[in-house]
T-cell receptor, first 113, second 115 residues
Framework: DVKVTQSSRYLVKRTGEKVFLECVQD?????MFWYRQDPGLGLRLIYF???????EKGDIPEGYSVSREKKERFSLILESASTNQTSMYLC????????????FGPGTRLTVL | AQSVTQLGSHVSVSEGALVLLRCNYS??????LFWYVQYPNQGLQLLLK??????LVKGINGFEAEFKKSETSFHLTKPSAHMSDAAEYFC?????????????FGRGTSLIVHP
């Protein structure tokens, strides 16, 4: 069964902390994505990567960075967490070829106090 | 550029009633179209997709959608709602040959099913 896993389902951090969210996929997909999901706003793309060590900004990259050192792993980093980054974070992956269907992880609900 | 509009942030139906969730898109080139479902506290999973061929596509759990190019629509239907269908539904579009593999998502429609 194909899978995208995320390191935590729930996370509580304090303002100013550095936060790491990790995502791993086992489908050998080239593309990986980080979204945040907020009520009424749908999914907003933070960053994406189409290859190891490659990254591109999405629609809302401010306050975030990413790392992709291995094909299967894509990390989202909040350098200094703020309360407005409290949200649900979703990781997804897709193949470069074909119809680009996305496979999602279960999500991480981050609360910044 | 592409965009997706889901009409109605909430749709409420009775158990056993028809489900209709609306999705319209704008695209200058042929699109790939997707419906994803998100159950509470879970990630999104694919419900169905249209790429090429038959315009009426069937998905999991009895859902289907029809691609209507003239109406730029891809509405999701199910003949008889079940309580377990209560979830958030997202429509998404990818441009074919547009050089991008990044989908544009609608804002989502929350389906509420009453007993």
């Amino acid at each position: 069964d194909v899978k995208v896993t995320q390191s935590s389902r729930y996370l509580v951090k304090r303002t100013g902390e550095k936060v790491f969210l990790e995502c791993v996929q086992d489908m050998d997909h080239e593309n990986m994505f980080w979204y945040r999901q907020d009520p009424g706003l749908g999914l907003r793309l933070i960053y994406f990567s189409y290859d190891v060590k490659m990254k591109e900004k999405g629609d809302i990259p401010e306050g975030y960075s990413v790392s992709r050192e291995k094909k299967e792993r894509f990390s989202l980093i909040l350098e200094s967490a703020s309360t407005n980054q409290t949200s649900m974070y979703l990781c997804a992956s897709s193949a470069l070829q074909g119809d680009n269907e996305q496979f999602f992880g279960p999500g991480t609900r981050l609360t910044v106090l | 550029a592409q965009s997706v509009t889901q009409l109605g942030s909430h749709v409420s139906v009775s158990e056993g009633a028809l489900v209709l969730l609306r999705c319209n898109y704008s695209s200058s080139v042929p699109p790939y179209l997707f419906w994803y479902v998100q159950y509470p506290n879970q990630g999104l999973q694919l419900l169905l997709k249209y790429t090429t061929g038959a315009t009426l596509v069937k998905g999991i759990n009895g859902f289907e959608a029809e691609f209507k190019k003239s109406e730029t629509s891809f509405h999701l239907t199910k003949p008889s709602a079940h309580m377990s269908d209560a979830a958030e539904y997202f429509c998404a579009v990818i441009l074919v040959g547009g050089g991008s593999y990044i989908p544009t998502f609608g804002r989502g429609t929350s389906l509420i099913v009453h007993p």
